[in-house]
């Protein structure tokens, strides 16, 4: 531990800068504090932190290990699902036991079911569950779940993937594809899963129905700086050391280090996995604060808009993809929330919510063209300038994609 | 030359037995005949180079050997045991002890000097393994001896991206050195260096052979004579001659084709 | 209601005259002569009548027909004579019999609506039918055997077969006499003129055929403790794969032969009516959330005659078990039954081959579509290695390009010659501006160019919703792209994909000869094979590039303008069809145009396959076809037609 941190100080960097920031927002925060930032904006920063961290997870999957994964929202949004399940099920007990004990007779547990089921399915035109819900009704095994059905996911089609040697632009799509496939899947209505209706009221959760939401906020806030942090610190662990440089070998030259002996693929899967794992986690903490979840969010747009993220960001940093997320999410929330003010040109008035995505679009392009370290890189000068030392530059560049003799 | 940059290895110098032997392999690319029904047979120790022009097979050779390229027919045995290489993957057979050093340096560029000889340090090589394990004070002792032995102990913390082209190759060299592999393959390992830095190279060879298996491709015939050893002459995928330098370039056939020109 | 009135005015207006001046006719004539039978038409006696005006070979005697069985013939008391009437207020309007002119109108009181019985309705019906069906004018004819073939019934097959003879249009004909056939297969008389019929008819393969043997075969479901003999039955149901137990035993609750299953809403109103001092029957109403306490306690409330007893499921189960379910033919004559089952199946199989024809029809369309959408990403992919996200865009862009010209030029084929070319000319410029200003300034940086495109799709996605607006635009195809092209009443393949499929076939040729023809061809292929030779050899990258990545891109726009025909035309249009496309470029293997053509042919093929496996959901096809091609690339990682050999570049 303290080897890991001496030999990356920016990870203390981090976790002060996050303990300040989450020691500030509980001092404005409404419940805790003096009220200077809404319930609502503490939400916005909750999941803003949650996108911090599928963002590292992505960074580590293809700033690291070099595998443009379009599939990691994916698995974020079915960590997000595998919890919601729960809470929707939890909530609509409650509800649906608190009516049925006025009844005359108490309800027998098959009556309780059947009237969550046609409470909670009643939108798709189903009255039972799905196999898909055996273990909603148990919190400890959809946390499992949140783990487990992410793991398994990117497990095979990562190890269908890599073991037929798809790389590169290839693989991006071909995880695009999965992506879409399983979007689509979830938009029927038979999938199980309320089709694009979605699995909605996350933000009550069951138990602390007396708690106002001022509270359930700044709780989630915390949770997920939490979690935030520690997986900061699994990732700085992970991409340090021996696997680190075998994994970023296996970005700059992935035959080179087979011929060295190690299995490739192997830690591929591996890296995919993980992330994959830390992806759903970072989705099952987001999405109790979003308060909704249907399949659009699933969709490959929104992977494409994480690796948007952490481009801007700068790839092969940790902190890169932690800046690029939440500087890209809150400017976009603030741009298509009315946030930012109109531009009056005389002749035409630029909208920012009609105007917001062109921007973005045409700045990503800026940033790939003449910045490719993004945001990050500017970091890295800045300290270089302070502290010129031997450069340690961990990301990609030039000469990693040289054509090399064990590469053709 | 510190007896630490080969340490490890505390295998006897023992009888010379067949360690490698492709027997009637050809592979063609596109109907073009590469290697055309070539056998060849590597005893451990011995060091062996192999000559030939341009185009005469002997990269694919060597991709053949490595698992990079699969060959149409014939078979490649290895070891004790006379286990296929056909069927292993590159990693497997790298894992098997056949090192290559490539013909063009291609160290990872943007990873330390000490990271790049760390990757190939023999160790366990499974993701949970590399994760977990610690690259404990004999390792970090080999590593320094290996240094040391390819001149680039002052380097360590460098990035592999700012050495030199020579310093790049005898990085290779080292992270060869650190495989610590029964059977080197080593491409061209003396083009771009200095007369005494060809010296040592041929030292260190030699040196390697007499415990290992290792397979030098050179043009340099300068070169190939220093190192004193049996000599493979390929030419269209095939053996054409196999001796001593002096006897195969005796070998009107060899003139013609390849040191007449 | 309102025509009337109008008729009403304009008749007051036309014949401010006396009212009811009648004009003399023929059928006026013949209609008086058996002036008793009109007005008071009995079933026996309306025979003479009605031969009287089938000979008599009128106009408007359907017409009058017509309106007689509808009870809007009257009879005016004033002048005895018989006229159309539309109840109009206190008055009628009345029209002359024969011409149908407006003549003015009459009291409620002068006039004697006739009233034909049913039986006399039934006569005219048929009579009716000869004359719809001789009418000079074909829509009436065709209006008549719709009629026809809707509602079957025994007594037209005469007056069907008496019109098949002087039909003048050849396809009527052929409709008449296949209907007569199914008229007689289905009411002629004896078995043997009926099997005949049926045997006739199994050539065909029309859905009216269909419809009328099935009615033949139509079959009620019975139940019985033993299979009664003497029925035509048509087949026995077993329970599990026919029928299952909850459904038979509710048959046998709704034939009275078994008693009616409480259900549990059953048993808690009953439970809820009878709770006595907190418990029913003795048992605490706390401990009735356990389902076993609760039928024990509704069994003692059946015990003591409270409510009706609990059918338990083994009853249920021996009652079922203990009768016997089937289906009898409503047609007694089982030769008749087996002829037409047998004649169904001939056809039925026949119908399934033009069903597999229409899939592969389809499929081919689908196909030529994803052809035209993919092979422009296949070229850049092919010769750039360069993925390129904003080629769905490209397509919207010539599909907004087609909508604009037909706001500029109004007629539609016109518009459609000058939407093609222009659209190819500004994705085509599109294209060389992204090649010039982005792409080309990451070349060997593959990742990134997918990712700066990507940044392109969406700010070119979010122009375009900006200009255009969100909603669907329309882009209209000439009339002649607007019908279909139809075998058998089976296979039905709209022209517009026709069309699409005679553009792709259009420049699969002209890609072909480009690429093998051209000079320029020929260092597209150079530079896909082995770029750094190409180069060496004096071919200029940067020209190569610049000019292929704008043929991708202008085919995208012509394939725009193509999508747009048949789909609206959207500012997210482009999404839908990319990932299609990079399926269709992975599965067909890259940089080579019959790669692309496989492609899009497996992938077509599949998606049409899979929806007619599972015909209504387009979402799980698509959802399938995805995982095929994640496991397709197993098998053969760099698609169907790959590049071998150290080209390929592994």
Sequence with gaps: ?408 | MTDAALAPDTRPTRKRETLLELSGVSVSFDGFRAINNLSFQIGEPELRAVIGPNGAGKTTFMDIVTGKTRPDEGRVTWGERNVSLLKMSESRIAREGIGRKFQKPTVFEAQTVEENLAMALKAPRGPFDVLLGRTGASGAERITAIATEIGLAEHLPRIAGELSHGQKQWLEIGMLLAQDPRLLLVDEPAAGMTPAEREHTTDLLKRLAERHAVVVVEHDMEFVRRLGCKVTVLHEGSVLAEGSLDHVTANPEVIDVYLGR | MLRALVLFLTALLACAAPPAVAQDSQLQAILQTHADEVADPGRRSVGPLIDDLAASGLPGIARFLDRWSNKQVFLNAGDGLFYYGARDGETFALRDIASDEPVGTAPASALEEIRPNGGVRRVIGSALVQFQLSDPDRATRVDALDALARRPAADQLEPLRASIEGEPDPALKARKERLAGLLTARFGEGTETRVAAIEDLADATDIETRAGLNRILASRSEVAETLPEGVNLARVLEIGPDLSEADAYSRLVDDGLAPAPVTNAEVKTALTANIQNGAVAGIPVEQLSDPDRRTEAYAALAASGAVPPLVTPEAQAEAVASHVFYEVYEDPDPVVTEAARSALDTIEARVARFQVLDIGLDAVSLASIYFLAAIGLAITFGVMGVINMAHGEFIMMGAYTGYVVQQIVPNYTASLVVALPLAFAVTFAAGVALERLVIRHLYHRPLETLLATFGISIALQQLAKNIFGTQARPLTAPDWLGGAWVMGDVVAIANIRIAIFVLALIFLCVLLYILKRTRLGLEVRAATQNPGMAGSMGIDPGRINMLTFGLGSGIAGIAGVAIGLYAQVTSEMGSAYIVQSFMTVVVGGVGNVWGTLAGATLIGGLQKGIEWFNPSNTLAAQTYMILFIILFIQVRPKGIVALKGRAAGD
């Design chain 1, 1 to 408: 531990m303290r080897a890991l941190v001496r030999s990356n100080p920016s990870i203390l960097w981090f976790l002060g800068l996050l303990a300040a920031f989450c020691l500030g927002v509980t001092f404005l925060a409404e419940a805790t504090g003096t009220g200077a930032i809404s319930t609502s904006f503490v939400k916005t920063l909750g999941k803003t932190l949650c996108l911090c961290l599928v963002a590292i997870a992505m960074d580590v999957v293809w700033g690291y290990c070099g595998i443009l994964s379009l599939g990691h929202m994916a698995f974020f949004g079915l960590g997000g699902y595998a919890i919601g399940m729960w809470l929707m099920y939890a909530r609509t007990e409650i509800i649906v036991s608190a009516s049925l004990a006025s009844a005359a007779i108490p309800p027998t547990p098959q009556e309780v079911e059947d009237a969550i089921a046609s409470q909670i399915f009643g939108v798709v035109g189903a009255s039972e569950f799905p196999w898909l819900w055996a273990f909603a009704d148990s919190l400890v095994l959809q946390l499992a779940m949140v783990v487990l059905v992410p793991g398994l996911l990117a497990l095979v089609f990562g190890w269908l993937a890599f073991r037929s040697r798809v790389t590169g632009v290839y693989l991006s799509i071909l995880t695009q594809a999965m992506t879409l496939a399983l979007s689509l899947y979830l938009f029927q209505n038979a999938s199980g899963l309320r089709g694009n209706n979605g699995l909605s009221g996350l933000q009550n959760i069951p138990g602390l129905g007396g708690v106002p939401q001022s509270v359930v906020s700044i709780a989630f806030f915390w949770v997920s700086a939490v979690a935030l942090a520690l997986g900061y610190l699994l990732f700085a662990w992970v991409v340090s050391g021996k696997m680190g440089s075998v994994v970023r070998g296996i970005r700059d030259n992935e035959a080179r280090v087979r011929f060295l002996g190690y299995h490739v693929e192997g830690f591929k899967l591996f890296v995919f996995t993980l992330t994959a794992i830390v992806a759903g986690l970072a989705g099952a903490l987001y999405y109790p604060q979003a308060g909704i979840i249907n399949p659009a969010e699933i969709a490959p747009i929104a992977s494409i808009y994480l690796a948007v993220w952490v481009a801007i960001g700068g790839r092969g940093r940790l902190y890169g993809a932690v800046i690029g997320a939440a500087s890209v999410s809150l400017l976009s929330s603030w741009f298509t929330g009315g946030g930012a003010p109109d531009i009056d040109l005389g002749f035409y008035e630029i909208q920012w919510t009609d105007w917001w995505l062109v921007l973005l679009g045409l700045s990503f392009v800026a940033v790939t063209l003449y910045a490719p370290k993004g945001i990050g890189g500017l970091i890295d000068l800045v300290a270089e300038r302070r502290a010129p030392s031997r450069s340690r530059d961990l990301g990609p560049d030039a000469s990693a994609l040289r054509k090399t003799e064990a590469a053709e």
